[in-house]
Structures are given as structure tokens and as C-alpha cells.
């Protein structure tokens, strides 16, 4: 069936350094990837997302890169703040059984910056 | 711009008792609408989605049901909850069109089951 598989979970890193989750994906038909942040007790909020017909996008200190030959898509985060830490978590586009678009989600990454 | 309204914010309900969450989405029209379960320190469960008014569709067989009166209005309910359905409460939009879309968080319900 449809999975996303996220690493790593749990990743620490210094305050200037860079980060990097990765995420692969099983559905070869999957053509959008969404990543979110989520703060401790708050909604996720849509960070960056990237379709499949595009390899790179950027904004600002965040990045995401795909390969979909791999299925693979993987989220770079330079300069790391503080405010930086969270829970992080890659989707990829899927299908519900009556055709209708759905995301499938990967299990989460917790994001640490330390000063 | 679209905006999304999840109430109440905390919730405390006795094992047994009944719940209501209610979502309300506005400035979009005929949004997909999801509820999803996050148990504590975990990922996203997909409780259910509907595509359009009274058409729901559940993910996970569970003690829960879901309603959608109106376009924009999407309940989640219990007659009788369990210990087990403590967690966060999260609804979501997305615009209902070809090809993958994000899809748009509320603030959350908090419920805790005593």
C-alpha cells in the first residue's frame, strides 16, 4: 500500500549548522510533496512544497529536493535557529479509493537546535 | 484569504460521555474536509475525509462518526468515549481539485478522556 517513510526521527543539531530529513515514498504515481512544521501544541503549518515535475525549490533558508526516479525527497534547512525546532513532516500525495486526492504523511521528525 | 475554525480549543470529558468537535471553514468553497487523531509525541492518523455535504468516509474503524451538515461545516462525535480517544484533534481543508493540494490545519482540539 501507500507509505512515506521519514529519517531520521529525532535530530539534533548546533545553532548555525544545517539539517536534512529525508523522506521515500512507495507510490510512483505521487506528484506533490508538502512539508510541514509543527510546534509543540500547535497546528502543522505548510513550510514548503514541491511538485513533481520541479527537482529543487527554495525559500529562504529552507529547501526541498526531489528525485523521482529514487522516490526520494528530502528537506534542507541552512543557518539553524532556535526557533527552528519542532516536529517536521514530509507527506506525498496519494489517492483515496473513490479517486479523490489525499496526502500520506510520514511519522515525523523532531527537530532540536541547540545555542 | 480561506480561514479555518476548530472549536472548542481543551476539552476534558468523562469515559463515557458524549463529544462534539465542530470545524468550520471559510472564503473557500466545496473544500475537502479531514479530521485527524494525534496521540501525544506522535505522527498524523487520518480519522476521516468528506468531499461534499453528507458524503463522509471513514479511514479507521474507531468509536467515532462524522458529519457534514453544510459545505464548510464538518462535526466529529461520540456517544460514549473511551480512554483511548484522548489526543489532539486537528481538522483540515484542501481545495478539491485534480492533482495533489496542502491541506490546511485548524488550531486543534485538545481532548482529554478522565
Known amino acids: 500500500g501507500e507509505n512515506v517513510e521519514q529519517h531520521p526521527s529525532t535530530l539534533s543539531v548546533q545553532e548555525g549548522d544545517s539539517a536534512v530529513i529525508k523522506c521515500t515514498y512507495s507510490d510512483s504515481a505521487s506528484n506533490y510533496f508538502p512539508w510541514y512544521k509543527q510546534e509543540l501544541g500547535k497546528r502543522p503549518q505548510l513550510i514548503i512544497d514541491i511538485r513533481s515535475n520541479v527537482g529543487e525549490k527554495k525559500d529562504q533558508r529552507i529547501a526541498v529536493t526531489l528525485n523521482k526516479t529514487a522516490k526520494h525527497f528530502s528537506l534542507h534547512i541552512t543557518e539553524t535557529q532556535p526557533e527552528d525546532s519542532a516536529v517536521y513532516f514530509c507527506a506525498a500525495s496519494g489517492r483515496f479509493s473513490g479517486g479523490y486526492n489525499k496526502l500520506i504523511f510520514g511519522a515525523g521528525t523532531r527537530l532540536a537546535v541547540h545555542p | 484569504s480561506q480561514t479555518i475554525h476548530q472549536w472548542p480549543a481543551t476539552l476534558v470529558q468523562p469515559v463515557g460521555s458524549p463529544l462534539s468537535l465542530e470545524c468550520t471553514v471559510e472564503g473557500t468553497s466545496n473544500p475537502n474536509l479531514y479530521w485527524y487523531r494525534q496521540a501525544a509525541g506522535r505522527g498524523l492518523q487520518l480519522l476521516f475525509y468528506?468531499?461534499?455535504?453528507?458524503?463522509i468516509s471513514s479511514e479507521v474503524p474507531q468509536n467515532l462518526s462524522a458529519s457534514r451538515p453544510q459545505d464548510r461545516q464538518f462535526i466529529l462525535s461520540s456517544k460514549k468515549l473511551l480512554l483511548s480517544d484522548s489526543g489532539f484533534y486537528l481538522c483540515?481543508?484542501?481545495?478539491?481539485?485534480?492533482?495533489?493540494?496542502?491541506?490546511?490545519f485548524g488550531d486543534g482540539t485538545r481532548l482529554s478522556i478522565l
Open positions: 468528506s468531499v461534499g455535504i453528507g458524503q
Open positions: 483540515a481543508w484542501s481545495v478539491r481539485t485534480a492533482g495533489g493540494q496542502p491541506q490546511h
